[in-house]
């Protein structure tokens, strides 16, 4: 079947614009994490979403960051006033939402802000 | 805290070697996962093979094989007589419920380059 799917794959935009990037699980899976690699940071868990429990926020870099998963499947992450640190390849992952769980990731979005 | 240590950056062999990737963790867990997956440069994160902390036994498919010594707390990957297809970047990571959640938790990466 289909894997997870991202959007847009290249994003360049100018410091301070907003973004979203989103993001399509694979059909059935009930998680949804993002996740942002970056070369000075490695790669980073961002937020997570399982079903139509509160999602876990904590890896969120800053207010500026915000995400939100509609009808239990697609996801969009929302980048405000981006900064030049934002530049990365943003991840996103979905997963059966059983107790073990694996994680499949799609292409990514590489974001690139001037 | 969890932390995954992969010490070696970059790997250089030529075609047929064996190679091993290094993986250490630390988790206060006593349930756990391990992971490893391969970034090719297409950029896609590739999962390779999911370890559970109750299950030591050594694992092999194909060309790869994974050993895992929680006595050392190592979860180490080999590939035996590499191809150049086998460049990318792998990335061991870990997942401990109790501490962190579903999270994953990812080491730096190694960069292997398999030379014709």
């Known amino acids: 079947g ?22 399509d699980p694979i059909s059935g899976h009930t998680a949804l994490y993002w996740y942002r690699q970056s070369l000075g940071q490695g790669l980073e868990f961002l ?51 059983l107790a073990v769980d694996t994680q499949y990731f799609g292409p990514g979005t590489r974001l690139t802000v001037l | 805290a969890q932390k995954v240590t992969q010490a070696q950056t970059e790997i250089s062999v030529v075609e047929k070697e064996d190679v091993t990737l290094d993986c250490v963790y630390e988790t206060r867990d006593t349930t756990y996962y391990l992971f490893w997956y391969k970034q090719p440069p297409s950029g896609e994160l590739v999962f390779l093979i999911r370890r559970n902390s109750f299950d030591e036994q050594n694992e092999i498919s194909g060309r790869y094989s994974w ?50």
């Open chain 1, 47 to 97: 937020i997570y979403f399982q079903g139509n429990s509160a999602p876990d926020k904590s890896g969120l870099p800053s207010d500026r960051f915000s995400a939100e998963r509609t009808g239990g499947s697609v996801s969009t992450l929302t980048i405000q006033r981006t900064q030049q640190e934002d530049s990365a390849v943003y991840l996103c992952a979905s997963s059966p939402g």
């Open chain 2, 67 to 116: 050993n895992f010594q929680k006595s050392t707390s190592s979860f180490n990957f080999t590939i035996t007589a590499s191809q150049v297809v086998d460049s990318a970047v792998y990335f061991c990571a870990l997942s401990a419920r109790e501490t962190s959640g579903s999270r994953l938790t990812f080491g730096e990466g190694t960069q292997l380059t398999v030379n014709p």
């Open chain 1, 2 to 23: 289909a894997g997870v799917s991202q959007s847009p794959s290249n994003k360049v935009t100018e410091k301070g614009k907003d973004v979203e990037l989103r993001c």
